[in-house]
């Protein structure tokens, strides 16, 4: 919910930009990675994911990049608008683990 | 239409009252899952389920226990429920943890308070 939100960073787009949300994982040996959308009051939402053997995957408007040489994920969202507004959260599994590991989060807020 | 629910979505107890939390999917997902979210730690693991019967300790297990007794449902129950386990706690499943899909669903989240 509400409160869920108030101690991550924030990233501000105006709406139509274009939107790039960053996440550093932790474990080299992940190898699978999901990212989540959270509005206020629900629960987290898939959105896409990606598997280590890629570098780049594209959905509706949305596409992951994977940079396994600095442990980075990232992901674009294209013509942001006011429905985006949302908490994302990125999630790596391990490999041969069976628990995700969900990053913190970040606010987009989307400017009118 | 696919969904995890979660009864009840607010709650207000006592300390040391026992509570249950009840989860279930009509997905006929194997995998299922709690989760409790706090400001500035994000989603943290409670207990997974891989299957009936198969339940297994997550990151914050303390204070927790959990069954699975039939497929589609995953109750949270605290038994001694104390303050730091006011939290908002969210049930998910998705179909396997198997590299075909691991595409979780959540339920809308279990908002408890402990005084």
């Known amino acids: 919910g509400e409160s869920v939100g108030l101690h991550l960073p924030t990233l501000s787009v105006q709406e139509g930009d274009n939107s790039i949300i960053n996440c550093a994982y932790s474990?080299?040996?992940?190898?699978?990675f999901i990212w989540y959308k959270q509005e206020s009051g629900k629960g987290p939402q898939f959105i896409i994911d990606?598997?280590?053997?890629?570098d780049k995957r594209q959905g509706q408007r949305v596409t992951v990049l994977l940079n396994k040489t600095v442990k980075h994920l990232s992901l674009q969202i294209a013509a942001t608008q006011p429905g985006d507004s949302a908490v994302y959260f990125c999630a790596e599994l391990p490999r041969g683990d069976d628990k995700i590991i969900f990053g913190k989060g970040t606010r987009l807020h989307i400017l009118p | 239409e696919a969904q995890v629910t979660q009864n009840p979505r607010y709650l207000i107890t006592v300390t040391g009252k026992k509570l249950t939390v009840t989860c279930s999917q009509n997905?006929?997902?194997?995998?299922m899952s709690w989760y409790r979210q706090d400001p500035g730690l994000g989603l943290r693991q409670i207990y997974y389920s891989m299957n009936v019967e198969v339940t297994d300790k997550g990151d914050v297990p303390e204070g927790y226990k959990v069954s699975r007794k039939e497929k589609r449902n995953f109750p949270l129950i605290l038994e001694s429920p104390s303050p730091n386990q006011t939290s908002l706690y969210f049930c998910?499943?998705?179909?396997?943890?198997?590299?075909?899909?691991?595409?979780?669903?959540f339920g809308p989240g279990t908002r408890l308070t402990v005084t």
């Open positions: 997905m006929n997902h194997e995998y």
């Open positions: 998910a499943s998705s179909l396997s943890r198997g590299l075909s899909s691991y595409e979780q669903y």
């Open positions: 474990n080299s040996a992940s190898d699978y």
């Open positions: 990606i598997r280590s053997n890629m």
